[in-house]
């Protein structure tokens, strides 16, 4: 089959902070075999946590990952970068179509992987940071609500072997961070989890993944892809 | 313009929570021109706030809104809500495609309404309602950043009449909630953003929210659009 291969006219760049969630994009531009630059930074210890640089908000004002940029444009935000990639560059490969009958599962877990999951878990690690009470009713409900969401990830992965269904797309791509580097920052059990486990040991076996968690991992500044 | 008039087969129905999130998918539909069903949730007290009712977890285990049913399928998500209804009945109409100069600036704003600015408003909120140090370094940075995100919205709505650019978009419906309905929930003093107050009067003039804010704030069981 052949690889969708751009025009060499384009390039992005991945404005790649160590262990945080611009490691999607790397593996995003691998999975569709599309070229990029990666730019590399390190965190920084502040206050306790490890932060973006300060070089960082030189780039974009939010000055924190992910963020690329194709030529003068400068984007940030996951779920932006996804679709502004797939569709701008990849021909809409790894993406599900409107008339397609999972259509509204690929939009649901696309979405879900920040405007639910990642809020709702770093609302759990922000309760920790403070060292709020862990009996108070928002910490308890807060627990309940991930419990929920996390036996809802695990219900999908009992029906099907993708998040969007049958097929690898761009929602797993969104959906595997908080399971697997986020856990360096607080790690959760996973063990009530065993098809969610199973998922992400498939995941761990995709070529794309290797190459790109290895890149996201390493110390090199720049890099394009073959 | 002939307005966009879907076949009379389908037929969406609005899960709608008072005071949520869920009036940016009755706007959607009132914008598109679109015929649903609206059926209305009115909050409990419990535990000093206000959350939705048991019955709603017995259409969607989330048991919040929003949340759509298209015939069998039950969607959550704004986001996911928002695309769905776009490119599945609307003909794309409100969203931006690959090809303009300022997809990437629509999609940005339409997955870092939820994706960030949500996300991070909430968050200030629940340190308050758990009585959290002010002064602690996650509270102090939690606010900075806030305020960046505040100021870099303001930025936007100096440099273009709407989110996305020229044109009003999805953008705009994802962009607004966190500004207008979510201020009943704990107010944020808007005085230092002219820009953004104004573009809010703007929209408050729209006849599409016009109509459906009354809706989404009056006591209807159910609704068809004309």
Sequence with gaps: MPRVQPSRGIMITIHHLHDSRSERIIWLMEELGLPYQLDFYHRVPVGGGR???????KIHPFGTAPMISDGPVVIAESGAIVDYVIHKYGNGKLSVGPQAPNYGEYLFWLHFAEGT?????????????????????????LRQRNKMYFDYVEARLAAAPYFAGAEFTAADIMMVFP????????????????????????????????????????????????
Tied chains: 1, 2.
Excluded at 52 to 57: G, I, K, L, V, Y
Excluded at 119 to 134: N, V
Excluded at 183 to 207: G, H, M, S, T, V
């Design 51 to 57: 932060l973006a640089p300060e070089t960082m908000a």
């Design 117 to 141: 999951l990642m809020s709702q878990i770093l609302r759990e690690f922000l309760l920790d940071r403070i060292g709020a009470d862990a009996q108070s009713f928002p910490a308890q409900r």
């Design 179 to 226: 399971f697997t580097t986020l856990q360096k920052f607080k790690a959760i059990d996973l063990a009530p989890y065993p098809k969610l486990r199973a998922y992400l040991l498939r995941i761990a076996e995709r070529p794309a993944y290797k190459k790109a968690m290895k890149l996201a991992d390493g110390d090199a500044t720049s890099k394009e892809a073959s």
